[in-house]
């Protein structure tokens, strides 16, 4: 079976053969045994045909205890072959799908915020158990039907090369078939799979945003929606089944003109006396054996191909978008993040959300970011976060230029605490650690200092959270992000209106927790203007239409009397 292999598909074809090829081998074997079997049990047919001609009990005995044996033989064979082989797939579709999730988990923040996760959704589920069915399952299948073939044939030249010189003459005709056949199957798979990504992105739309769609009253759009993706993905599928029934009638037909042509023929040859009754009794078997073997081969051979397709299409997906990679840097700021010229635009848009921003950030200290709405505070954090290499100017991180920084030795260095918490449908506590281990009592300074205390003396840190956090106050799930923050304890830390969820009291007190972080470099974004807590920081820095404005320590910048002080005012009226 060649096939051309592109250098980002071998990682997935490794995967469903790791540890799994003497599976693989044994099955193949058991199934090869099976298809020569096949060919032994056509040939007794027309030997007993023989007898009967012949009138030989003692012969037919012979036979019938033969068979027997090669029955028993054929049942302890299958039975271990047909084991191995839910082995051979299971473990196979297993280990595939667990080298595509860790491949996923390899991207970059950045690349996967450009893509949409039902791609990936899609290529875990449907595809997957597309590729179970039609590549793994078959393959074995497929290798049997080949090898039916081959002994079929040469057993039928053995008994009458004239039938078999006819045979193989007709068999050009499912051959031609396949040919012509497989190609369109294969694009109509790929339609099946795109469509369906397109169906589970919107699906998932809907019920993401369930409450919104109820509330505005919009459910007959919804519905609208729903059933045009759902007439065009079952419309996709109905086509990919209607070629897959036709080349199955194609088969069909094939066969049928295969199966009888030397049925006639060898009549004709008996009736000459040229070969015995039995002798085409057992060509004409064999020759119903190939032909059975030859009708589902394009089938099966089309939709391996397509599925073959699916492991291409996953393989791309991962590589799209993939991950800079870069130099690696050690989880410590020794010197500061320095901004130089820095602006940025984002993808299609016309205005620059950063315009010529210079700034410095020295470790240990604490920064507070304010301006109004749309000035580029959230933009300033994410390019912190190696969201994108694509700014002008430059950031360096103790010198290094961030856009050649390998962005997973960011995250080891950066946490970011945004405006939208995302929570797993799990415990607090697996919210808080993130799945990982750390010591009792620093999973409980993180909850002490993050305010969760009295949430965790009322229910205790095991209480669900609810799928994404729905169990809890918007105050509580910020508080969860914050703890999850401060128990990774990364050198520096970015907050992006991260307490915007709490009340004025919880807020307070939970700023002044993260300012009393020692040795912690914080970038503060926050809309508070609370004296107490501005004048905590060592600067403040006032951004506006994607500028630097003003920049000083509360003191200074409320005597300027500029900006940052009608900001200031107006928060206070
Ligand atoms: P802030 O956090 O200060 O409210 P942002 O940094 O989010 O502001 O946005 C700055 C500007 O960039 C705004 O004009 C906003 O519309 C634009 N912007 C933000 N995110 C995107 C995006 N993903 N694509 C295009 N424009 C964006
Ligand atoms: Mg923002």
Redesign the pocket.
Known sequence: MKETQKAGVRPYLHAIYQNNRLRFAVTLAGYLIFGASDTVFSILQGEILNVIVLGSLSRLLGLAALLAALLILQFAISSATYYLKCRFVHQGIAQYKGVLFRQLCKKSIAAFQQESTSRYLSLLTNDAGSIEENYLNRTTLIATMGFTIVTSLTAMVLLSWKLTLLSLFLSLIPAAVSAAMSGEMTRREKAVSDQNEHFVANLKDFLTGFAVVKGFKSEDGMIARFDEMNRKTELCKQRRRWWDCLVGAAGDLSSGIFMFGPYLAGALLALNCEIAVGTVVSVVNLCSTVAWSIRDFPGFWASRKAARGLIDKAAQAVEEHAGRSGRHIAPVLRQGIRLSHVSYR????S?E??RDVSLEFEAGKSYAIV????????????LLMGASAQYGGSITIDGQEMRDIDPDSLYDLCSLIGQNVFLFDDTVANNITMFRQFPADAVERAVQRSGLAPLAAERGLNAPCGENGCQLSGGERQRVSIARCLLRGTPVLLL??ATAALDNRTAFAVTQAVLDLDGLTRLV?THRLDDALLRRYDEIIV?RD?TVCERGRFDQLMRRMGYFYSLYTVSKE
């Open positions: 984002y993808d299609g848009s205005t959300a950063l301006g109004g709405s749309g000035s580029g505070k959230s933009t300033l954090l994410s992006d209106e974004v951004l994607g």
